[in-house]
C-alpha cells in the first residue's frame, strides 16, 4: 500500500529556501510518479511539481520554474522538492502524492494521484 509522509516544512524570510522531502513506502519507487502539490490559505489545491515514475519527466507550475527543483532518491525511496527564492506567495501547506504507474510521464492534475501525505507547513515571512 503506498504511503507518503512529508517533512522539511517551516517558517524561512523572502528570499530564503527550504527543501521539503517525501517518503515513500510500498512498492519499489520505481512504480510511482510523485507530485507536490500547495494550498495557501482561503485557496485551492495547487499543481506545483511532479517526477514520474522513471526520473526521466518533471513538470512544473509556472509559478516556480527556475525556483523549485524536484528530484528522487531510489535507494532510500525518498522524493524531494528543493525551493530557492522563495516568496510570500508560496506560503501553504505542501503535499506530497503518488500515482502507481509503469508508463511514465506526470501530471499536475490533482486527480490523477491516489495517495497523499498529511502535509508539511512552510511560512515565507519576513
Known amino acids: 500500500q503506498l504511503q507518503l509522509v512529508e517533512s522539511g516544512g517551516g517558517l524561512v524570510q523572502p528570499g530564503g529556501s527550504l527543501r521539503l522531502s517525501c517518503e515513500v513506502s510500498?512498492?519499489?519507487?520505481?512504480?510511482?510518479?510523485i507530485g507536490w502539490f500547495r494550498q495557501a490559505p482561503a485557496k485551492e489545491l495547487e499543481g506545483v511539481s511532479c517526477i514520474d515514475n522513471r526520473g526521466d519527466i518533471t513538470n512544473y507550475a509556472d509559478s516556480v520554474k527556475g525556483r523549485f527543483t524536484i528530484s528522487r532518491d531510489y535507494a532510500k525511496k525518498m522524493v524531494y522538492l528543493q525551493m530557492n527564492s522563495l516568496a510570500a506567495d508560496d506560503t501553504g501547506d505542501y503535499y506530497c502524492?503518488?500515482?502507481?504507474?509503469?508508463?511514465?510521464?506526470?501530471?499536475?492534475?490533482?486527480?490523477?494521484?491516489?495517495?497523499w501525505g498529511q502535509g508539511t507547513q512552510v511560512a515565507v515571512s519576513s
Open positions: 502524492a503518488g500515482r502507481p504507474t509503469l508508463s511514465g510521464g506526470c501530471t499536475l492534475l490533482r486527480a490523477d494521484f491516489q495517495a
Open positions: 510500498g512498492l519499489p519507487l520505481e512504480y510511482y510518479a
